[in-house]
């Protein structure tokens, strides 16, 4: 039975038991002509939520945690002798899990019986020919070994779907069942129905913190894996970066946390001028109908997908530089460079630093605007002496935060920047960062539990560090500074 | 408290009581300097409508001209001795003829137009003539053929999709000077494509396509469509509103109206606050080692790129709804639980009811956000080269699919020029879509926006 | 000293220093001083008293245009400062504010150090030319703001870590630094204690002998005590305005005779 399909069922059997459990209370209440302590549906919702809510979950869990434990179970079963030269364990799993698939589909079009699939020998019959027929195709003739682990996976595969479906449907009913009994006159169903949502409830914030330990396991234990084959040391500190496909490769990270540093760097000399200014502006100086057109404006900007950025970097600003600036006075012929990626991210950062800044700006209160004014200062003698350096520990937020922002973006360098990995000083130059990087190394072709894959992890992790330390740091300041004025 | 004794006219003897009416040196200087900073803002603002405007304005010019697609129309002869050579109508048969079978049949269609037209161009000869029409046509020809054996035998009318280098010449991006240099086109065909315009026989139209067809190879960048990206990322965003739109919420009431003030309830909310904040390419990570790589998920699957989504975009759900439900007035819930209503009650009848229009507001951006999300599909490997349809759901949520930003980076990783066109056709789409979302955000806000 | 003010301090022989004629201000449609006509004179210190709301506060901020800053606000009249009409065009108001000084309802220190409060003012006016002279300027406005012998040993702590009377105080001597001529002051005690109020009264009455000083305050007894001439306003008119004895002891109007009794406000 599939999944869906026992979905299905258990939330039908939910609403079946919503209607049992009202007309249970009912009947209760007429026989004993008591007065129930809550309304009849809080009888219906218990029952449903008992019995459809646990049964999701133990579904949920189940689909997830058993492709891991039929894996570890039949990649035992594969000995190290089929593993080809240079290949890879994982490939070789990777051939067990089609050729199951492709069994499935020998069934599914009748061309064998089960009985049929238990005589089959990889050693005798043409499985290779036979899978093709359904769409399988396979580089190399199948090993017994792998076969058999083929048949064992697709076997456990079955087993564990039926024990599935029957756990799922017997906690449904147990657990439906079990509530439904309990129904009486006295029963709080409101006050037990409503601690099962609340728990739901704090079930689904907890969600943030399962996604934190995801992201954080998920990136320290590939990365624990990466330094057992490859030196930390090299890593952090080697100038290096050439991986190879055929092992050997220097994975220094210097060169792209020097160019993230850069591209960043420019972004920001364009973003926080611009970004700052035009929050003043707009805050200080425009009228009404300026504000009206030139506010939304900026924020449109925000809203435009970094994809979008990329392209622009890519078709427009790349060429440009490269034709009229970097050509002409002879300083590079490639059109992604840090400049590049680093003006059109800036771009990027603008609305974000114009908006925080904005909030800041305004957050200053009038009484120290009108105490400059009452002395004689002009407007622009206020916001440079009195405003700015009353929001300043703000607008540093507000910086720190575009900072983490762009060290993170991904599409605009990865479509701007260039791929060469370099420690250079030329912004006209191609370098690349840590997260195109990321990007190229975990879209390539080499294998998952190679090095040159691996270091992706680290330098996720490193990413991740890098931006949670900036990010914490802001919102520290920020908070501090709006204390200060509340 | 006496103790000052000095005059009121300063130390520095500055002249007192000076006219208002005639403006002294420094408040001139003063005042110039006033009139520069504000300057200063004024380009400030300038820059970023500017680069607005640019970046607009460069996606349309590169873009607009995706929407339309040079055809060729053609007679086509659908012989029987090429395509049914046992005359027995047997579709098994008939489907043993491949791509290959067709291209002659094109080839003389060709022919017999130029020559009806007076079209000939000297020093072309048919083959190259039929490098007009797009290397996909023989399999449009045969999808049609298998769709209607009957028709073997008749002449059909068709219109094909022209080369994409054809399809350039006409829109500006190949000219008869980078035809010469490129092996892919010579100028005597582009000479042979002005005549069949004029003709007729060669014509522009509106390309539905582009937003029906799937993806196609390197070397067919004319008959590349976005059909699978947008039904994939469709099916994302399905996935998507489905989850975060009832975890965001439950979440933020439980934080706003039932958590304790103490340590978990802090953790959770820093939690919240720095998953807004973490790289979007980290989550993409996240999915490839959890969903992938531990949970067996298949690669390029709508299902993982939607988990991802999911919980990329729970943090502006989540932020987005607390504000919705902070904004009502704590009267309300009062009035409820005065007249006896359990918390709980409160909440979801009354409360919950009236933030309804922010959360839906905080959901349309949040869904517009993850919409335009490209990296962390990068990773979980929707960047691979999908021609088939997903099927519909719920199965079709794991079969491989793009999606739409997913298929502007690919494009733009490709070799010929006419794939920057598409990417950037793509990208109005991908506009379109979100001005679409945010104006329905916006309308949403505007409609239901209460003052308490 | 903060007695009722003796009758030997006659204001008569003194100078105008502003004169209003026909002031009226609106604020969008509404219409929030009528007609005031009014002589301030030089070396006093003028009392504004009444009600809530009933335009004190508009008119004092209208003395040195702060209205300008409000996009709403309108002024119509004349407001003579030396007889130089302080709206007209060729009137730049940075200018005017150098003259006419401001402090404010609450303590609004810069979050700078005290002694950059201070040299705020003479900086931008470029009233040094150089260190020794700002340090000079400081120093006499801390003194005639009488609060430095509180802070000359920490000149570098930020004003905003003074107490409230302090502040107020830092603001008042911060305002004297500019050297204005006139020093208008919107209720600078309604936001401290007895005791900090006291010390800035005190204050006050010392800066009369240099200054033209105009108090709005909420408090009849403090009007008495530091002013020399008042003025009631009620709704937006100038009801009655003349010496301060006069006023309390012996109203014209009936309705300045109703605030002053308690009656209404």
Redesign the interface.
């Known amino acids: 039975m599939s999944a869906?399909i026992l979905s299905l069922i258990v939330i039908g059997l939910g609403v079946l038991g919503y209607f049992l459990g009202r007309g249970r209370a009912l009947s209760l209440a007429t026989a004993t002509g008591r007065k129930l302590h809550s309304l009849p549906g809080y009888y219906g919702q218990s029952v449903a939520l008992f019995t459809a809510v646990p049964a999701l979950l133990l579904m949920a869990a189940w689909?997830?945690l058993q492709?891991?434990l039929i894996?570890s179970r039949v990649n035992a079963m594969i000995p190290d002798s089929v593993i080809p030269e240079g290949g890879a364990r994982s490939l070789v799993m990777a051939d067990v899990r089609r050729i199951a698939d492709g069994l499935d589909a020998m069934m599914a079009d009748g061309g064998i019986s089960e009985n049929e699939l238990d005589q089959m020998r990889a050693d005798i019959t043409n499985i290779r020919s036979r899978l093709a027929n359904v769409g399988v195709a396979l580089g190399s003739d199948v090993p017994v070994a792998v076969f058999d682990a083929a048949k064992e996976m697709r076997q456990s595969s079955k087993t564990g779907a039926l024990a599935m479906t029957i756990a799922v449907l017997v906690l449904t009913l147990g657990a439906g069942g079990w509530t439904l009994m309990r129904i009486n006159t006295d029963l709080r169903a409101?006050n037990i129905s409503?601690n099962f949502?609340?728990a739901?409830?704090?079930?689904?914030?907890?969600?943030?913190?399962l996604?934190?330990v995801?992201?954080v396991s998920?990136?320290l234990?590939?990365t624990i894996n990466f330094f057992k084959i490859y030196p930390a040391k090299d890593f952090f500190f080697s100038t290096v970066w050439n991986p190879q496909f055929r092992g050997g490769s220097d994975l220094g990270i210097l060169p792209l946390l020097w160019g993230t540093f850069y591209v960043s760097l420019v972004a920001l000399l364009v973003a926080v001028?611009?970004?700052?200014?035009?929050a003043?502006?707009?805050a200080e100086?425009?009228s009404k109908h300026?504000r009206s057109v030139?506010k939304p404006?900026?924020e449109?900007?925000a809203?435009?997908?970094?994809?979008?950025?990329?392209?622009?970097a890519?078709?427009?600003v790349g060429p440009f530089l490269r034709d009229y600036i970097a050509e002409p006075l002879g300083l590079g012929s490639s059109s992604s460079s840090v400049l590049t990626a680093g003006l059109v991210m800036g771009?990027m950062l603008?609305?974000f630093v114009?908006s925080l800044s904005d909030d800041i700006i305004n957050a200053v209160?009038q009484?120290?605007?009108?105490?400059?004014?009452?002395?004689?200062?002009?407007?622009?003698?206020t916001?440079?002496?009195?405003v700015l350096?009353?929001a300043l520990p703000g607008v540093v937020g507000a910086v720190l935060?575009a900072a983490?922002?762009a060290?993170?973006?991904?599409?605009i360098v990865?479509?701007g920047a260039g791929a060469a990995a370099k420690l250079g000083l030329n912004p006209f130059e191609a370098m690349t960062t840590v997260?195109v990087k990321?990007?190229s190394q975990?879209?390539g072709d080499t294998e998952?539990a190679s090095p040159e894959t691996l270091v992706?992890?680290a330098l996720?992790l490193t990413?991740?560090v890098f931006?949670?330390g900036l990010?914490?740091l802001a919102?520290y300041i920020v908070r501090k500074y709006r204390e200060q004025y509340e | 408290m006496t103790d000052f004794t000095s005059s009121p006219t300063g130390a520095n003897g500055r002249r007192r009581g000076g006219s208002l009416l005639e403006l002294d040196a420094r408040t001139k200087r003063?005042?110039a300097?006033?009139a520069r900073?504000?300057l200063?803002?004024?380009?400030?603002?300038s820059?970023?409508?500017i680069?607005?405007i640019?970046?607009l304005s460069?996606?349309l010019m590169?873009g607009a001209s995706s929407f339309r697609q040079t055809y060729i129309t053609l007679n086509v002869f659908l012989d029987p001795a090429k395509l049914d050579k046992a005359g027995d109508g047997d579709l098994e048969k008939i489907a043993k003829v491949t791509t290959f079978g067709y291209a002659p049949l094109i080839q003389k269609a060709m022919e017999a137009a130029i020559k009806e037209n007076g079209a000939a161009v000297d020093g072309l000869n048919a083959k190259k003539a039929a490098e007009l029409i797009s290397k996909e046509a023989p399999a449009d020809l045969r999808r049609f053929v298998l769709a209607n054996p009957d028709k073997i035998g008749e002449t059909v009318e068709f219109s094909l999709l022209a080369a994409g280098r054809i399809d350039g010449y006409f829109k500006g991006r190949v000219t008869m000077e980078s035809a010469q240099l490129d092996r892919n086109i010579s100028p005597e065909q582009l000479m042979l494509a002005d005549k069949l315009k004029q003709a007729g026989v060669l014509q522009i139209k509106f390309n539905w396509a582009f937003f029906t067809a799937p993806d196609a190879s390197d070397t067919r960048p004319e008959a590349a469509g976005l059909g699978v990206a947008i039904l994939g990322s469709i099916y994302m965003m399905l996935i998507v509103l489905c989850l975060s739109l009832?975890?965001?919420v439950?979440?933020s009431?439980?934080?706003e109206e039932?958590?304790p003030q103490n340590r978990w309830t802090d953790?959770?909310e820093v939690?919240?606050?720095?998953?807004a904040?973490?790289?979007?390419?980290?989550?993409?990570?996240?999915g490839?080692?959890?969903f992938i790589?531990?949970?067996?998920l298949p690669q390029s699957a709508p299902v993982v790129g939607g988990l991802v989504l999911t919980?990329m975009t729970?943090?502006t759900i989540?932020i987005a709804t607390r504000a919705a439900l902070k904004a009502v007035p704590p009267s309300i819930r009062d009035a409820a639980l005065g007249i006896g209503a359990?918390?709980?009650q409160s909440v979801f009848h009354h409360v919950l009811p009236l933030a309804m229009p922010g959360i839906l507001t905080g959901t349309i951006i949040g869904l517009?956000?993850a919409?335009?999300?490209?990296?962390p599909l990068?990773?979980i490997?929707m960047?691979a080269f999908v021609r088939e349809y997903p099927a519909s759901p719920?199965e079709g949520f794991f079969d491989p699919a793009s999606a739409l930003?997913v298929q502007?980076?690919n494009w733009?990783t490709r070799g010929d020029p006419a794939f920057?066109e598409r990417?950037?056709g793509a990208?109005i789409v991908?506009?379109v879509f979100?001005v679409i979302m945010?104006i329905a955000a916006i309308m949403l806000r505007r409609r239901f926006e209460r003052r308490w | 000293m903060y007695d009722a003010p003796s009758l030997e301090k006659t204001v008569d022989q003194k100078s105008t220093k502003i004169a209003a004629k026909d002031v009226q201000v609106y604020y969008g449609n509404t219409h929030a001083i009528k007609d005031v006509n009014v002589d301030l004179l030089d070396k006093t210190v003028t009392a504004f008293i009444g009600p809530s709301g009933c335009g004190k506060s508009t008119f004092l901020r209208c003395l040195?245009r702060?209205n300008d800053?409000i996009d709403v606000c309108r002024v119509e009249g004349d407001i003579l400062l030396d007889g130089e009409d302080i709206y007209d065009k060729r009137v730049d108001p940075?200018?005017?504010?150098?003259?006419v000084?401001?402090?404010?309802q609450?303590p609004?220190?810069?979050?700078?150090s005290i002694y950059d409060n201070v040299a705020?003012?003479p900086r931008?006016?470029g009233l040094a030319r150089n260190k020794a002279e700002l340090d000079e300027i400081v120093e006499k406005s801390l003194r005639r703001g009488a609060i430095w012998d509180e802070v000359k040993d920490r000149l570098d702590a930020p004003g905003t870590g003074l107490s409230g009377g302090q502040q107020q105080r830092l603001?008042i001597a911060?305002?004297v630094a500019?050297e204005p001529e006139v020093l208008?002051m919107d209720e600078p005690c309604s936001a401290l204690d007895p005791i900090a109020t006291a010390q800035v009264e005190e204050l006050i009455d010392e800066l009369r002998e240099q200054y033209s000083v105009v108090i709005v305050t909420h408090s009849m007894q403090q009007a008495a005590r530091v002013s020399q001439k008042t003025a009631f306003f009620h709704l937006g008119n100038l009801v009655e305005y003349g010496d301060t004895t006069q006023i309390f002891t012996n109203p014209v109007d009936p309705r300045t005779e109703s605030y002053i009794t308690g009656r209404i406000g």
Do not use: W
């Open positions: 869906g689909l997830f492709p891991v894996d409101r409503e949502v609340k739901l409830l704090i079930g689904a914030s907890l969600v943030a913190i996604t934190t995801g992201i998920s990136l234990f590939e001028p611009v970004g700052l200014m035009i003043i502006y707009l100086y425009a300026v030139a404006a900026i449109v900007l809203g435009i997908p970094t994809i979008v950025y990329g392209l622009f890519l078709i427009t771009i603008i609305p114009s209160p009484s120290m605007r009108d105490g400059s004014y009452g002395l004689g200062a002009t407007q622009s003698e916001i440079k002496q009195v350096p009353a935060l983490s922002r060290i993170g973006e991904t599409m990865v479509m997260t990321i990007v975990l879209t998952f992706a992890f996720g990413l991740f931006t949670l990010n914490i919102l | 003063r005042n300097s006033e900073f504000r200063m803002g004024v380009i400030a603002v820059i970023g409508v680069a607005l640019g970046l460069s996606i590169n009832p975890l965001g439950a979440a009431i439980y934080l039932f958590a953790l959770i939690n919240i606050s720095n998953l904040a973490v790289p979007s390419i980290v989550f993409g990570i996240l490839l080692a959890i790589n531990i949970a067996g919980l729970l943090p989540i359990s918390k709980m517009a956000q919409l335009g999300e490209t990296a990068l990773l490997g960047v719920p930003p502007v980076y733009t920057v990417a950037s990208i991908l506009l979100l945010n | 040195n702060m800053t940075v200018q005017l504010r150098a003259k000084g401001m402090v404010f609450k609004n220190p810069f979050p700078k705020y003012g931008i006016h603001c911060r305002a500019t208008l």
